[in-house]
C-alpha cells in the first residue's frame, strides 16, 4: 500500500503515482543507512525511522514528472537529496542544542555529540556514494550544494559583519542552509526525468524560492505554543539565541522607533530563558507581536515569486501541483 505524499498535489493520479514512488525512495533510504555495527546502524536510522515529510523527495519525483518520471536514476536522486537533509540534521541538533527533532528526542541526546556528528558523516558519505552512480555532473551538483550548506551554517555562526544588514544576512543564510537542497532536489528530478536544460533551470528557481520561504514559515511554526507542527520543543531558536526573522525584525523595529513595549520584548528575548516559564513567556509575547505576520508575508510574497517562475512550464496537473506544493509550504504556518 502507498502512503500519502506529505504535501497535497493537485491531481489524484498524480499523487498516487507519487506516493508509490515515495515508498520506493523509502526502501532505498533504509538499506542506504543500514550499517552491520548494531550501535551505528540503530544512530544511522534514527532520524530516517522518525519520519519526517519527504518534502526533498517529493519535489525530486514531482519535477521528474515534467519528463519520464519512471526513470531508475530519479529514485536515486530522491535518495541523495533525503540522506544529505537527514546528515545535516545530526549535525544541525548538536549546535542548535535542540533536545527534539521529528517528535523524538535528537541523536546527540541518545548517543553524545560525537555520535550524532560521525553519523551526520557517515549519512553524507552514502550519499556520496550513491551520487556517484548518477555521474560525474551530479557528484559536482553534490558537492556544490554540500559547500553552500557548510558556508550556511557558518554565517549562520558567525553572524553578519559590521555594517551588514542582519536581515539580507539572515535571507542569505536560509538561502545556503536550506534553499539550496531544495533547489538540488527539484534540480536533480528534472535533470534524471530528462528535460530540457530550461526546465532544469527553471525547477530550481523555484525550489530556491520557496526554499527561503519554507524556513520562514518555520520562524513562524516555531512559536507554536504546543510544538505539535514541528516536532520540536517550541522556542529553541529563542533559547539558543539563534537568529529568526521574526527576532530580526523586532530589533529592527525596536532600533528605528524605540517603542517601549518593542524595547522590553527585546530585552525579555536578550535576558537568560533557560527557565521553561521564562522560555514561554518569551515565546507567547513574541508570537502575538505583528512582526510574526510580517515574516509569514515575506514566505506568502517568496511564494508569489516562486510560482511566477514557473509561467514557461506547460500547463497540466504536474505545474498546477508545483503551485500546490508551495502553497502548502507556508500554509502550514497560517
Known amino acids: 500500500m502507498t502512503s500519502p505524499t506529505a504535501l497535497p498535489l493537485a491531481d489524484p ?27 551505528v546502524d540503530d544512530a544511522a536510522h534514527h532520524l530516517a525511522d522518525a519520519g519526517g515529510k519527504r518534502l526533498r523527495p517529493m519535489l525530486t519525483l514531482l519535477a521528474a514528472e515534467l519528463g519520464d518520471g ?14 544529505t537533509h537527514l546528515a545535516s540534521l545530526y549535525h544541525d541538533d548538536v549546535m542548535d542544542s535542540a533536545p527534539l527533532r521529528r517528535g523524538a528526542p535528537a541523536a546527540h541526546e541518545v548517543w553524545g555529540n560525537s555520535v550524532a556528528i560521525l553519523v551526520g558523516d557517515l549519512l553524507f558519505s552514502r550519499a556520496s556514494t550513491t551520487v556517484a552512480g548518477l555521474g560525474p555532473e551530479a557528484v559536482k551538483i553534490q558537492a556544490g550544494t554540500f559547500e553552500r550548506l557548510c558556508l550556511g551554517q557558518l554565517h549562520e555562526s558567525m553572524g553578519p559583519a559590521e555594517g551588514d544588514d542582519p536581515v ?18 527539484a534540480r536533480l528530478g528534472a535533470m534524471y526525468g530528462g528535460c530540457d536544460q530550461a526546465t532544469v533551470e527553471t525547477v530550481a528557481a523555484f525550489g530556491e ?15 507554536s505554543l ?16 539563534v537568529p ?41 509575547e513574541l508570537s502575538a507581536h505583528e512582526v510574526v505576520e ?3 508575508a515575506r ?23 508545483f503551485i500546490s506544493f508551495a502553497e502548502a509550504l507556508v500554509n502550514r504556518a497560517s
Not at 524560492?209 to 512559536?223: M, N, P, T, Y
Not at 517568496?302 to 501541483?321: M, Q, W
Open 70 to 83: 519512471s526513470r531508475d536514476e530519479v529514485l536515486d536522486a530522491a535518495v541523495v537529496v533525503e540522506l
Open 13 to 39: 493520479a498524480l499523487a498516487e503515482r507519487i506516493a508509490g514512488r515515495l515508498d520506493l525512495v523509502e526502501s532505498r533510504l533504509h538499506d542506504a543507512a543500514a550499517y552491520a555495527d548494531q550501535l
Open 299 to 321: 514566505a506568502l510574497a517568496l511564494v508569489d515569486e516562486a510560482v511566477a517562475l514557473l509561467d514557461p512550464l506547460p500547463a497540466g496537473p504536474v505545474k498546477d501541483s
Open 209 to 223: 524560492r520557496i526554499g527561503v520561504a519554507f524556513q520562514l514559515a518555520d520562524d513562524v511554526i516555531d512559536l
Open 244 to 284: 529568526t526573522m521574526p527576532v530580526l525584525l523586532l530589533r529592527e523595529r525596536a532600533a528605528r522607533e524605540s517603542r517601549p513595549a518593542d524595547l522590553a520584548l527585546v530585552e525579555l528575548l536578550d535576558s537568560d530563558l533557560s527557565a521553561d516559564q521564562d522560555l514561554a513567556r518569551a515565546v507567547a
Open 168 to 185: 539580507q544576512h539572515y535571507l542569505r543564510v536560509l538561502a545556503d542552509k536550506t534553499a539550496s537542497l531544495i533547489a538540488t532536489s
Open 294 to 296: 510580517e515574516t509569514r
Open 226 to 241: 504546543d510544538g505539535t507542527l514541528s516536532g520540536k520543543t517550541p522556542g529553541t531558536d529563542l533559547r539558543e539565541q
